[in-house]
């Protein structure tokens, strides 16, 4: 399994959801877990997911992710699992 953490931050709008898990799927991209809340109309989304089947490197996702946040404002970054661990041990 190759795992990811995918994070979303941005004002919220309607759709942001919808659009960051329809690239996903379109991807092959597998969601394993999703959490989102939104706080004084922030929104903030942290989801795992696994792309041993995707259809596109990681480098070429986490880009293309990027671009899809920037379109619907908000901001979008896609860490593999165990440099985003190192980065958050103590």
């Not at 995707?54 to 165990?82: N, P």
Request: aromatic content about 6%.
């Amino acid at each position: 399994m190759s795992k990811v953490i995918i994070t979303v931050v941005g004002k919220d709008t309607v759709g942001i959801i919808a659009r960051v898990c329809t690239y996903l799927a379109e991807k092959q991209v597998n969601i394993l877990d999703i959490s989102q809340t939104i706080v004084q109309d922030y929104f903030n989304m942290m989801m795992i997911a696994d792309m041993e089947h995707a259809t596109g490197s990681f480098d070429e996702i986490a880009s293309e992710l990027e671009k899809v946040g920037e379109e619907i404002g908000v901001a979008i970054k896609c860490q593999r699992e165990e440099i985003f661990t190192k980065m958050h041990r103590i």
